[in-house]
T-cell receptor
Framework: GENVEQHPSTLSVQEGDSAVIKCTYS??????FPWYKQELGKGPQLIID?????GEKKDQRIAVTLNKTAKHFSLHITETQPEDSAVYFC??????????FGGGTRVLVKP | DARVTQTPRHKVTEMGQEVTMRCQPI?????VFWYRQTMMQGLELLAY????????DSGMPKDRFSAEMPDATLATLKIQPSEPRDSAVYFC???FGSGGGDTQYFGPGTRLTVL
């Protein structure tokens, strides 16, 4: 089955700096890669996603890049703000609608 | 603002008791997922349904867990009997699956504590 590795597990950045989270996946058939943000006591919330026919996607301060050959994708957050502090999960979809999640990255933005 | 709802939000019970968690998917969504989140295992898929039919429950301990969709607006996850190792946050997510349909929207979760 699919295996998704996520790094780093924790990330501390200064407000205004950029944050980058990287994920690798194992199944070359995976074709959909969402990123979720989870705040304390809440469910994961979709923040951006990318499909395998696209190499990059951007939404305001958030961007995701995908390298299908290397089987890795990354989340980039620019101009970080304290409200960006949360746990971020990457995921990959291969067979059916099943998502396999990475282990999560706890991001702390220091004011 | 359409959302997935889950009840109860918190549940504390004693070992051996039955636990039932409920989920109302977003209206119009035809795919429902149950996940379990723990610090050790992260987010694990337990089961999922398409058009109310179970498609995959391979992640669920069959001897004590059961998942059903009595109708399109209600999904249930039952644990009987519950054990301390079942303590976790259980999330329901819904989506519209039709080939390329993939996006899953999560509910707020049910935090289960089994003493």
């Amino acid at each position: 089955g699919e295996n998704v590795e996520q790094h780093p597990s924790t990330l501390s950045v200064q407000e205004g700096d950029s944050a980058v989270i990287k994920c690798t996946y194992s199944d070359s058939a995976s074709n959909y890669f969402p990123w979720y943000k989870q705040e304390l006591g809440k469910g994961p919330q979709l923040i951006i996603d990318i499909r395998s026919n696209v190499g990059e996607k951007k939404d305001q301060r958030i961007a995701v890049t995908l390298n299908k050959t290397a089987k890795h994708f990354s989340l980039h957050i620019t101009e970080t703000q304290p409200e960006d502090s949360a746990v971020y999960f990457c995921a990959a979809k291969a067979a059916g609608n099943k998502l396999t999640f990475g282990g999560g990255t706890r991001v702390l933005v220091k004011p | 603002d359409a959302r997935v709802t889950q009840t109860p939000r918190h549940k504390v019970t004693e070992m051996g008791q039955e636990v039932t968690m409920r989920c109302q998917p977003i209206l119009g969504h035809n795919t429902v997922f149950w996940y379990r989140q723990t610090m050790m295992q992260g987010l694990e898929l337990l089961a999922y349904f398409r058009n109310r039919a179970p498609l995959d429950d391979s992640g669920m301990p069959k001897d004590r867990f059961s998942a059903e969709m009595p109708d399109a607006t209600l999904a249930t996850l039952k644990i009987q009997p519950s054990e301390p190792r079942d303590s976790a946050v259980y999330f329901c997510a819904s989506g519209f699956g039709s080939g390329g349909g993939d996006t899953q929207y999560f509910g707020p979760g049910t935090r289960l504590t089994v003493l």
